[in-house]
């Protein structure tokens, strides 16, 4: 068992950042893979980026390329999401995932194992 609670999100402006965190517990951190998805009303639960277990490699979906950085502390056993030139299409619940194995290149919902129960981030235009 894997516990995830998200925290940091919240209202910004337009062209705003914000920094989400992902406190982990239950399980040996850097042995995880770990992923971040949002999901807007209406929408399904779209990918956004996820890590390696040492967080030396990350992926991110197309539409947050550039804009939004994803890192992790395996001393802490946190994650973290920054997001800068925030955008209102970017509104959404955010969720941490994670999933066993090596291979962090994956962004699709059933390929995380464990999940936490979301941080709201509203960008107001």
């Known amino acids: 068992q894997v516990q995830l609670v998200e925290s940091g999100g919240g209202l910004v402006q337009a062209g705003g950042s914000l920094r989400l965190s992902c406190a982990a517990s239950g399980r040996t951190f850097s042995r995880l893979v770990m992923g971040w998805f949002r999901q807007s009303p209406g929408k399904e639960r779209e990918f956004v980026a996820s890590?390696?277990?040492?967080?030396?490699?990350?992926y991110y979906a197309d539409s947050v390329k550039g804009r939004f950085t994803i890192s992790r502390d395996n001393v802490k056993n946190t994650m973290y999401l920054q997001m800068n030139s925030l955008k209102p299409e970017d509104t959404a619940v955010y969720y941490c995932?994670?999933?066993?194995?090596?291979?962090?290149?994956?962004?699709?919902?059933?390929?995380?194992?464990?999940w936490g129960r979301g941080t709201q981030v509203t960008v107001s235009s």
């Open positions: 890590i390696n277990r040492s967080g030396g490699s990350t």
């Open positions: 995932a994670t999933r066993s194995g090596v291979d962090y290149r994956r962004s699709y919902e059933y390929e995380y194992d464990y």
